[in-house]
């Protein structure tokens, strides 16, 4: 009879009511017949055991709606135990770390008394010991102190990767003295421009990039030391030999070590500069473990990893979380001192590596290598990193034999950082969507034409539902841990970053300045940067997701997409830049390809073949300046094409051409 206690009330309250007030009232009215005889039209309705109310309460759950939630709840809820479990050991190791004051050369030297004879890196056959480079960074420290530098001053280090480029840092960062980690790429303005915004006081430079410093040093008047000449006098002229002052420093642990707090700046490193001069981001002691351990939880990593890392040390990849396993978690890393495709996996196998890294393309890069034994003959069994496009995903992990790839997102100053530990294809990471606000990082709709924030009528952020694309934010705490946000050494820049009145009235965020997407299971997935989406025909086009599709047509060569504006033409036409030295480029393929995979707004109308594409130091390929030249033939002496519509296919772009485009004469 309790049935039909249960379906007269259910049928009323689904009429009526909300799911959260049917529960409530059948509930409640459970509850009371429970406790006493209750009867509808002369029926006496029986009383309800405790069994047998619970089980009318959840199917009164599932028949209003809760079911939705119940099928979220198996498909990731194990997922969010699990990550909120690494995560709390994350918070853990970083609580005790503030509360203890503990920096990172304090956990660095908790570690060589440990195991001094223990190899930390591996550099072109070489072996440095925990000891060894323990030893070498006192003598840094020490060296610094006896020139003057104090706790607080900024020295530039500007050094090719090799073991003694930890050590320099680690040896400045046991005074207090800030190393900013100086792209070894850049030159002239750029190079000028990351040593002053860091109001360095000196320069410690590579023997081999004695060159480059001199050529900024009539507008940067600093003391240069110069590291790797051995007792050779440097090229450059005022410049000392750093490696013979540190013969007669001391070894042993300098004073100012204790007198270091975890909340003091460790390091500057910066921006990759695709849109602009290189920005100082600000790291900070408890940053910098938060970077590490954050890793090195999530993926479950040991204290006995051999990790290859081929990335540059002055980026947060390689120089935080990569070396900062070895810092901090007693690991060895091997390091070489540029990234080569060809020996990955080569050297991976060498040194019987257990995870490895990347960056940008290098997963491209990897693919096209050709096939060999050791791509599956080695012991990786994790790559992280960010920057796998979701169209090789699959191909990668299969050609390479590789279990998971976890793949991160966040920049080297973000707050918002996730990460996608089960090896989701595509995804670079997900939040909860049972547990919502665990972790305060949204995605918000913006204005496509200004990049601002869109509004509700309260002025709040309208937040995105699964599918739709909008900026990842992540509100900002002051004074916690992990999500505050310290900006860069220019407040300016800082300022910019910004936004407020997120979620409430005077609340702030950090604005990440990418686009993602979330699916319905909280799955986050990089959809473009803000300002590379270009709208053509009245539909959006994500240059990421076009060049994606591009480089896998074009046989995974270098290929950047943009918008470039057309006469007469209301938007942005898509432009595809291909790199192809050889003549490789097979124009019918291409044109096939691109038509199978793309819709017909997002195939690009107008083609670049390039000779070579000029690549940031992380591997990400630079397009503003490819972006400004358009599509002019007078001006670019590269090969051009355009799709002419009526052919259907990809024709040479000659300046006649152009000149009827121009005239707005040519079907678009």
């Keep these: 009879m309790w049935f039909l206690y249960l379906l007269l009330y259910i049928l009323f309250h689904l009429m009526v009511m909300w799911r959260t007030a049917a529960i409530i009232g059948v509930t409640s009215a459970l509850w009371a017949a429970g406790k006493q005889e209750l009867s509808i039209g002369g029926i006496l309705l029986p009383k309800l055991s405790c069994l047998q109310f619970l089980s009318v309460a959840a199917g009164i759950y599932i028949t209003t709606g809760g079911y939705y939630t119940l099928w979220l709840a198996y498909k990731t809820l194990p997922r969010d135990l699990v990550a909120g479990f690494r995560y709390l050991k994350v918070r853990l190791k970083l609580n005790w770390a503030l509360y203890c004051n503990h920096t990172v050369p304090k956990l660095f030297m908790e570690n060589v008394r440990r195991n001094p004879n223990k190899v930390a890196l591996i550099f072109e056959g070489q072996k440095w010991t925990f000891a060894q480079i323990d030893e070498y960074s006192n003598r840094v420290g020490n060296f610094l102190v006896e020139r003057g530098y104090k706790h607080g001053d900024t020295v530039a280090l500007f050094m090719y ?36 915004v860091a109001d360095s006081k000196a320069i410690i430079c590579g023997e081999d990039l004695q060159e480059a410093t001199g050529g900024i040093l009539d507008k940067v008047n600093l003391p240069v030391y110069v590291s790797g000449c051995d007792k050779a006098s440097p090229s450059l002229k005022g410049a000392e030999n750093l490696d013979s002052l540190l013969c007669t420093s001391s070894p042993t642990p300098p004073p100012q070590i204790d007198s270091l707090s975890a909340k003091d700046k460790l ?33 479950a990593l040991g204290d006995d990893e051999v990790l290859y890392n081929p990335l540059p040390l002055y980026h947060s990849a390689g120089g935080m979380v990569g070396i900062g396993q070895v810092l901090l978690f ?43 034994p050791e791509d599956k003959q080695h012991k990786v069994r994790v790559m992280f990193g960010n920057g796998v496009r979701p169209q090789i995903w699959t191909q990668f992990t299969s050609r390479f034999n590789m279990p998971c790839i976890a793949e991160f997102y966040g920049a080297t100053e973000s707050i918002s950082n996730i990460m996608n530990i089960e090896g989701k294809p595509g995804a670079c990471g997900f939040v909860s969507v049972l547990f919502r606000h665990a972790y305060p990082a949204y995605l918000i709709k913006i204005d496509e034409e200004t990049g601002e924030p869109l509004r509700d009528k309260n002025g709040l952020c309208i937040l995105c539902k699964p599918g739709e694309a909008g900026e990842f934010v992540a509100l900002i705490r002051k004074n916690h841990p992990i999500l505050d946000f310290h900006g860069y050494a220019d407040k300016k820049a800082t300022e910019k970053k910004v936004a407020k009145d997120i979620m409430k009235k005077g609340d702030m965020a950090f604005r990440s300045s990418d686009i993602l997407i979330m699916d319905e299971l909280g799955y986050l997935y990089f959809k473009d940067r ?75 109308l107008f083609l670049r073949v390039l000779q070579e594409i000029d690549v940031t130091g992380t591997f990400k390929l630079k397009k503003l300046s490819l972006q400004k030249e358009g599509f002019n033939p007078t001006i670019i002496k590269d090969k051009l094409y355009f799709f002419d519509a009526k052919l259907g296919k990809y024709v040479e772009l000659t300046v006649e051409l152009f000149n009827k485009i121009d005239r707005g004469q040519a079907g678009l």
């Design 330 to 372: 007693n690991n060895t890393a091997v390091i070489r001192q540029k990234f080569s495709a060809s020996q990955y996996w080569v050297e991976a196998k060498k040194y019987d590596c257990t995870v490895a890294q990347y960056v940008g393309e290098i997963c491209r890069y990897l693919l096209k290598t050709p096939e060999k």
């Design 530 to 604: 803000t300002g590379d989406t270009f709208r053509w025909r009245g539909e959006n086009v994500s240059s990421t997701e076009v060049e994606g599709v591009v480089s896998k047509v074009a046989g995974n060569k270098d290929a950047v997409v943009y918008g470039v504006e057309v006469p007469g033409a209301e938007g942005r036409a898509g432009m595809a830049a291909v790199v192809d030295p050889e003549g490789e480029l097979n124009l019918q393929s291409f044109k096939e390809g691109i038509k199978e995979a793309l819709p017909t707004y997002a195939c690009p």
């Design 161 to 196: 990767n090799r073991p003694e480029y930890v050590c320099v840092w680690l040896g400045c960062a046991k005074v207090g003295v800030v190393p900013a980690l100086i792209n070894f790429n850049l030159r002239q303005l750029p190079l000028m421009h990351s040593v002053q």
């Design 267 to 299: 390091i500057y490193i910066y921006t990759s500069g695709t849109t602009g001069l290189p920005k100082a981001a600000i790291i900070k002691h408890y940053r910098y473990m938060f970077f590490s351990s954050g890793v090195h939880y999530m993926i």
